[in-house]
């Protein structure tokens, strides 16, 4: 069975993730950590639950998602997975800073370099379980989800919220493409599966398909 903790973090209340199983070991899905005292809190939860990190995941690489990567690779040694086809946002955090929030990056342009590009198909082990990643451009190009089938758990980023869906209007998105990998790899799933958004609370696919507008 695995332990999933939400610390919403940042001024946009991104949905940073600690997910565990009874082993200790430990996957962070979207560090967006933007202040120091956000990372302590995800620490002290970290430590004091005796959890090893084995993963750094990303579901895309936008600021607000990846922030305290920095901060993962400075205390735990951590480089971040992702897609690569997100390198272009992800070595332009400054660009990315001063576009979305009209502030210069201010020493977050320096982050580690990724551990492994993932693509479809591919797996994060962590313990006795196993993330599946799914490709689902859209959002951005590189925009993935984790998948834990035997949990019947979904990590969805910016892909889908509860009753909505990733914008599209951002560098590199693509609405078709979106919906598309929507209908194709996620409304497909059990309908019991539970959704891990990046924003805002979680979710089902059976509570999608019957009210997201995009479903």
């Known amino acids: 069975m695995i332990t999933i903790k939400k610390f919403p973090v940042s001024p946009i209340e991104e949905n940073t993730y600690i997910v565990s199983d009874e082993t200790g070991e430990a996957v962070i899905v979207d560090c967006g950590c933007v202040v120091e005292d956000e990372w302590q809190e995800i620490r002290k939860y970290i430590d004091g639950n005796g959890l090893k990190l084995v993963h750094l995941v990303c579901t895309h690489l936008h600021f607000d998602h990846v922030l305290g990567n920095g901060l993962v690779f400075r205390d735990y040694g951590l480089k971040p997975e992702a897609c690569d086809a997100d390198l272009v ?17 201010n020493g977050f342009t320096d982050m580690p370099p990724l551990a492994r590009a993932l693509k479809e198909k591919d797996t994060i082990s962590f313990g006795t379980h ?14 993935l989800c984790f998948y834990c089938r035997e949990e019947d758990t979904l990590f969805t980023g910016d ?28 409304a497909v799933l059990p309908g019991k599966t539970n959704l891990y958004p990046g924003h805002g609370p979680s979710s089902t696919i059976e509570f999608e398909c019957e009210n997201n507008p995009y479903f």
């Open 130 to 143: 196993k993330l599946e990643v799914l490709e689902t451009p859209g959002h951005t190009p590189g925009g």
């Open 89 to 105: 946002l992800y070595n332009n955090m400054d660009r990315q800073l001063r576009m979305f929030m009209g502030v210069s990056a």
């Open 159 to 186: 892909t889908v919220f509860r009753c909505s869906i990733g914008r599209t209007d951002f560098e590199g998105g693509n609405y078709r493409q979106l919906v598309d990998g929507i209908m194709n790899k996620i």
